[in-house]
T-cell receptor, first 112, second 114 residues
């Protein structure tokens, strides 16, 4: 069973507009959530994270929102840039912190 | 600050053979995790090593084994290779400390089993 799901395999956005990437999870034991970006032929790069005690975390153009009751998180990128074009993975961790459970990824394409 | 490095970059093996993949952790980190990423999927946790001991394991058979060395570098060994083992193998390093969940990934080793 997939405990972390990203239901949109791809997303296309115009440069300068907002990109919203979504992620749903089923395991109530998850208490920390992370977003990674992956370019071809590179490993995933850590972007931003959020603890379950918060509902929002912001870092520059990137904001992550967490809705615990809905078991849903989203990553907002504003404004989107062509260099943001990549595959984005959400991941979840429990308080043991030893393993990350990843979603299947969303391919973001930002058009100039 | 040196990031996570992995070797080799690519590898082609035949079914039934054995393979060893290597990883050097980021400076200041004491924990190494290994993930398998099949084409079109997210990374799947294989296991984690901390203080040279396995510290958690995902749903992978015993023919997947590992080591961590005193300098925190690590090896992933896979015996009796199967065609389905073809994937990108990612190593991630982190600091084992309360409240820290972030893991930092290397570029991966692409394994092809024929």
């Amino acid at each position: 069973d997939q405990q972390v799901k990203q239901n949109s395999p791809s997303l296309s956005v115009q440069e300068g507009r907002i990109s919203i990437l979504n992620c749903d999870y089923t395991n109530s034991m998850f208490d920390y959530f992370l977003w990674y970006k992956k370019y071809p032929a590179e490993g995933p790069t850590f972007l931003i994270s959020i603890s379950s005690i918060k509902d929002k975390n912001e870092d520059g153009r990137f904001t992550v929102f967490l809705n615990k009751s809905a078991k849903h998180l989203s990553l907002h990128i504003v404004p989107s840039q062509p260099g943001d074009s990549a595959v984005y993975f959400c991941a979840a961790s429990n308080n043991a912190g030893n393993m990350l459970t990843f979603g299947g990824g969303t391919r973001l394409m930002v058009k100039p | 600050e040196t990031g996570v490095t992995q070797s080799p970059t690519h590898l082609i093996k035949t079914r039934g053979q054995q393979v060893t993949l290597r990883c050097s952790s980021q400076s200041g980190h004491n924990t190494v995790s290994w993930y398998q990423q099949a084409l079109g999927q997210g990374p799947q946790f294989i296991f984690q090593y901390y203080r040279e001991e396995e510290n958690g394991r995902g749903n992978f058979p015993p023919r997947f084994s590992g080591l961590q060395f005193p300098n925190y570098s690590s090896e992933l060994n896979v015996n009796a290779l199967e065609l389905d083992d073809s994937a990108l193998y990612l190593c991630a390093s982190s600091l084992m400390a309360s409240g820290i969940h972030e893991q930092y990934f290397g570029p991966g080793t692409r394994l092809t089993v024929t």
